[in-house]
């Protein structure tokens, strides 16, 4: 019954256009979401696809996969966004030229791939996928790195992350773990 949909009694055919939109989300933050805003202007369904699932407490990936889970579902219900979008952790694979068939059998099946990450849309590309790059929201300030730098320096981060994501981390202590797995402090 894949792809199909009961109209007034038929069953009909009806094509959604899914799409994988594959990052690390460490934390979400407001680029992010404008990516996910992109990609739905282009499929009738998207796939957030969190990348090293089984990374955490590192200074690149602070946080838990449960974490990160519930800080795009916080921003997805907010956003009213929860009926067109799941969210899906795959884990990273030792061998780049098999991770592709990994998610494939991880993911439902799709025909898009929103990433900005080279060797992501490299990878899909030579498996004949349509691999965009995201337009990014003023790359240099929204960015994971730049919140996470922010984070354990005490800058001012919360305006570089939707707000549920920054209520989020205050209260399971995130900014504090940065600060430590950093060395801030």
């Known amino acids: 019954m894949r792809g199909l949909t009961l109209l007034n ?8 256009r899914t799409g994988i939109f594959v990052g690390r989300f460490q934390p979400f933050h407001k680029g992010h979401l404008e990516a996910v805003r992109y990609a739905l202007g282009r499929v009738d369904r998207l796939v957030i696809v969190i990348g090293s699932a089984q990374r955490n407490y590192e200074p690149r990936n602070p ?11 916080r921003v997805l219900r907010a956003e009213g966004l929860l009926d067109r979008v799941l969210i899906v952790p795959v884990q990273d694979v030792e061998n ?17 791939v929103f990433s900005n990450d080279p ?24 960015m994971a790195t730049e919140v996470r730098q922010r984070m354990a320096n005490g800058g001012n981060w919360e305006d570089l992350v939707p707000s549920p994501v920054a209520e989020y981390l205050k209260e399971i202590g995130g900014v504090d773990r940065v600060r430590r797995i950093l060395g801030a402090e």
């Open 9 to 16: 009694g038929d069953l009909r055919a009806r094509h959604v």
């Open 63 to 73: 946080f838990t996969l449960g974490e990160r889970i519930e800080m795009i579902w």
């Open 96 to 112: 780049h030229a098999t991770w592709v068939k990994f998610v494939e059998a991880s993911v439902p099946e799709f025909s898009h």
């Open 119 to 142: 060797l992501t849309l490299e990878l899909f590309r030579a498996e004949g996928y349509d691999a965009a790059e995201v337009p990014l929201l003023n790359r240099p300030l929204y």
